[in-house]
């Protein structure tokens, strides 16, 4: 069998993932064949996991932080649905989660999975969650309140601390998804975790901008009683319960994000941050330039209107692009995007306009 190889990052522009550290990947070749879904078992990559979720912790504000390394933020997201479902059992049997039209997809997977309404209201002209929305879907049945800080499409960072008295007036739960922003806003001065609002719970992916090799999401609860809502009695392991999704998992991921936070954090991060900031400015100003209507970027991800002929023009040209929901050009300005690939990008949209 012809032997493959996966494609470059060279022209890879729209994806939230990146080249993984070099002490992650060492990592993850070393726990390949471990399973964090039986700690009892496999105790050295329980002890990583209980690491890596202490620093994701700290990270986001909260000195004693309950979770674990999901698969990635999708599996963080619904499971922050059905823990709140869960809790919410005794007060409702119809329960809903208000979410801004900015939320992840993985949110109406959460709600088909789990039977729970999902309310979707609109944004706001800066294209974060409108408080008014939320307040009016908000109900006596509704379980959970979602706030995204980094939202996909724009680098959005909702009003978090609102959200929070919103979800807690109705007895109800908040959930910030911070699958991508989160290794980014911690040196900004917005207000998007633990330590900024009693948020119930929180999504933060390694395996995006902590540059830790996929899988490596991150889930974390502020009270213990979020995760327990989770477990489920596992009879014949030699751990007595699980409160994860999947069973087995990859101890690669576990080992891996845990090693690439102990290389990078903080001040590995901070400046990525920095030059990633640096490099959105300039390529949003580079679009100005050449009169093209440009979103301000709030976090490093610049969305720009382009004609659809300029866009498939682009992509035949093997630039991986993508569109928003509302068909802007996306770039994220992850690790492996630097200014001389964007002004290579930049040359091929002179030629093809």
């Known amino acids: 069998m012809q032997r493959s190889a996966p494609q470059t990052f060279d022209r890879v522009l729209s994806s939230m993932c990146t080249e993984p550290h070099p ?16 700690p009892a078992t496999y105790e050295e990559v329980a002890e990583l996991e209980s690491d890596a979720v202490d620093t994701l912790g700290e990270i986001a504000g909260l000195a004693d932080p309950h979770g674990y390394v999901t698969s990635g933020g999708t599996e963080a997201n619904v499971q922050a649905v059905r823990a709140a479902r869960n809790r919410g059992r005794e ?8 979410a801004p039209e900015s939320a992840h997809f993985s949110f109406n997977k959460a709600a088909d999975v789990l039977g729970v309404e999902l309310r979707l209201v609109p944004t706001d002209a800066d294209r974060r969650a409108d408080l008014d929305a939320v307040r009016a879907a908000v109900d006596d049945d509704t379980v959970l309140v979602v706030g995204v800080a ?9 009003p978090i601390p609102e959200l929070v008295d919103i979800a807690h007036d109705a007895g109800a739960f908040c959930h910030v998804d911070a699958a ?3 290794f980014l806003l911690p040196f900004t001065d917005r207000a998007w975790s633990f330590a900024h609002a009693p948020v119930d719970s929180l999504t933060i992916d390694p395996h995006k901008c902590g540059r830790a090799c996929i899988p490596a999401g991150g889930l974390l609860f502020r009270e213990r009683d979020g995760l327990d809502a989770l477990a489920v009695e596992t ?5 007595t319960s699980q409160a994860t999704l999947t069973g087995t998992r990859s101890g690669a991921g576990v080992a891996s994000a845990a090693a ?20 959105a ?12 209507d440009v979103v301000d970027p709030e976090l490093p991800l610049v969305a720009a ?10 992509r035949a040209r093997e630039w991986r692009v993508s569109r928003t929901g509302s068909d802007l050009l996306r770039v994220v300005c992850m690790p492996h995007v630097t200014r001389e690939s964007l002004a290579a990008f930049l040359a091929d949209l002179d030629a093809v306009r």
């Open 260 to 279: 690439a936070m102990d290389a990078l954090w903080p001040d590995g991060y901070r400046r990525e941050y920095e030059r990633a900031a640096d490099l």
């Open 150 to 158: 980094g939202s996909t499409e724009f680098g959005r960072v909702d």
């Open 91 to 98: 007060r409702t049997s119809n329960p809903n989660v208000v």
């Open 180 to 182: 991508w922003g989160g």
């Open 281 to 292: 400015a300039w390529f949003a100003d580079e679009l100005r330039g050449r009169d093209i």
């Open 23 to 38: 002490a992650a990947r060492d990592a993850a070749e070393r726990f390949l064949a471990t399973n964090p879904g039986d």
């Open 235 to 239: 009879p014949y392991l030699e751990s």
């Open 305 to 314: 209107n382009v004609p659809d002929a300029v866009f498939e023009a682009l």
